[in-house]
């Protein structure tokens, strides 16, 4: 059991007991003010729980079997004005066989059997007058049915259009308050989108100035680095001439032996070229000892 009807079970309790003990009055404005606090909770609740097409939809479902009782209404009094008629017709075939038959006792002679047939007939013009009545009242009470069905059923129907207008009318309504309250962020989605994506941006913005400031305690020398890789900025300067200084050494190096080479390739390219003249000069020389 909730909390709400318990203390409600103590509070009724409270009042008989103190109406008991002739102190009902205080307990009474009490009770008042529990009682008007229920029906305002109760109040706000059903008026968040109802939706209006729901709601409408409902009054026209009653509205239809309404018209529907009413219908089968008159289709019962027309079943009993049509009962009525058939035992009007046969009553009135009896009056007339029994007519009929004083008619042929008398011509015969027997005026007892002719007085008996005219009494018989006489009862039965007695129920025909009262069956007539009876279902004079009938038609009667069916033709009044029959009016108010017809005018139910264009009040159903024009309440029909009215409630769809109406359920159209406030669903647009509700979709436009809802583009609204998206575009302008106090809808209840959207405002956890957008607390979602503050949370986002702070944790970023946070872990962004956390790796700043470590690379810039790594960078000063205030943290050691336990993979030896980072240095300070004093470390890295003296890297960096160092790196440069080697590197002029090395195109110095480089520039010593591409100078060297040259040289000795063009001492190399004159020794052949005089070793060359000297071999053609020897050849000249020579005599040649032509064949007779």
Same mark, same amino acid.
Request: overall charge neutral; cysteine-free; charged content about 30%.
């Given at each position: 059991?909730?909390? /709400?009807?318990?203390?409600?079970?103590?509070?009724?309790?409270?009042?008989?007991?103190?109406?008991?003990?002739?102190?009902?009055?205080?307990?009474?404005?009490?009770?008042? $003010?529990?009682?008007?606090?229920?029906?305002?909770?109760?109040?706000?609740?059903?008026?968040?729980?109802?939706?209006?097409?729901?709601?409408?939809?409902?009054?026209?479902?009653?509205?239809?079997?309404?018209?529907?009782?009413? $219908?089968?209404?008159?289709?019962?009094?027309?079943?009993? $004005?049509?009962?009525?008629?058939?035992?009007?017709?046969?009553?009135?075939?009896?009056? =007339?066989?029994?007519?009929?038959?004083?008619?042929?006792?008398?011509?015969?002679?027997?005026?007892? @059997?002719?007085?008996?047939?005219?009494?018989?007939?006489?009862? @039965?013009?007695?129920?025909?007058?009262?069956?007539?009545?009876?279902?004079?009242?009938?038609?009667?009470?069916?033709?009044?049915?029959?009016?108010?069905?017809? $005018?139910?059923?264009?009040?159903?129907? =024009?309440?029909?259009?009215?409630?769809?207008?109406?359920?159209?009318?406030?669903? =647009?309504?509700?979709?436009?308050?809802?583009?609204?309250?998206?575009?302008?962020?106090?809808?209840?989605?959207?405002?956890?989108?957008?607390?979602?994506?503050?949370? =986002?941006?702070?944790?970023?913005?946070?872990?962004?100035?956390?790796? /700043?400031?470590?690379?810039?305690?790594?960078?000063?020398?205030?943290?050691?680095?336990?993979?030896?890789?980072?240095?300070?900025?004093?470390?890295?300067?003296?890297?960096?001439?160092?790196?440069?200084?080697?590197?002029?050494?090395?195109?110095?190096?480089?520039?010593?032996?591409?100078?060297?080479?040259?040289?000795?390739?063009?001492?190399?390219?004159?020794?052949?070229?005089?070793?060359?003249?000297?071999?053609?000069?020897?050849?000249?020389?020579?005599?040649?000892?032509?064949?007779?």
């Amino acid at each position: 059991m909730e909390a /709400g009807p318990v203390l409600w079970v103590l509070l009724k309790t409270w009042e008989l007991e103190s109406v008991r003990r002739g102190r009902a009055k205080p307990m009474s404005g009490v009770m008042k $003010r529990m009682g008007m606090i229920f029906r305002a909770k109760a109040n706000k609740a059903l008026d968040r729980a109802e939706d209006p097409r729901e709601t409408l939809d409902y009054s026209y479902q009653k509205q239809l079997e309404l018209l529907q009782k009413v $219908r089968r209404g008159v289709a019962d009094v027309a079943t009993s $004005r049509k009962r009525l008629e058939l035992q009007l017709n046969q009553l009135q075939t009896q009056s =007339a066989k029994l007519e009929d038959q004083g008619r042929k006792a008398l011509a015969l002679g027997r005026e007892d @059997l002719a007085r008996e047939a005219l009494s018989r007939r006489a009862a @039965l013009q007695q129920q025909v007058t009262d069956l007539e009545t009876q279902h004079q009242t009938l038609s009667g009470e069916e033709e009044k049915l029959t009016l108010a069905a017809q $005018r139910l059923q264009a009040k159903v129907d =024009a309440f029909r259009t009215k409630k769809e207008t109406i359920k159209a009318t406030y669903t =647009a309504a509700q979709a436009q308050t809802r583009i609204g309250e998206a575009f302008s962020g106090i809808s209840e989605e959207m405002g956890d989108v957008g607390l979602a994506i503050q949370r =986002a941006e702070d944790k970023t913005a946070q872990l962004q100035a956390r790796a /700043g400031a470590i690379d810039e305690l790594l960078a000063s020398g205030a943290l050691d680095d336990p993979t030896g890789m980072a240095k300070d900025d004093i470390q890295a300067e003296l890297d960096r001439l160092s790196g440069g200084t080697d590197v002029e050494l090395e195109l110095q190096r480089m520039k010593a032996e591409l100078a060297g080479g040259t040289t000795q390739q063009q001492a190399i390219e004159g020794g052949t070229a005089g070793n060359q003249g000297q071999q053609q000069s020897q050849q000249q020389d020579t005599p040649r000892f032509d064949k007779q």
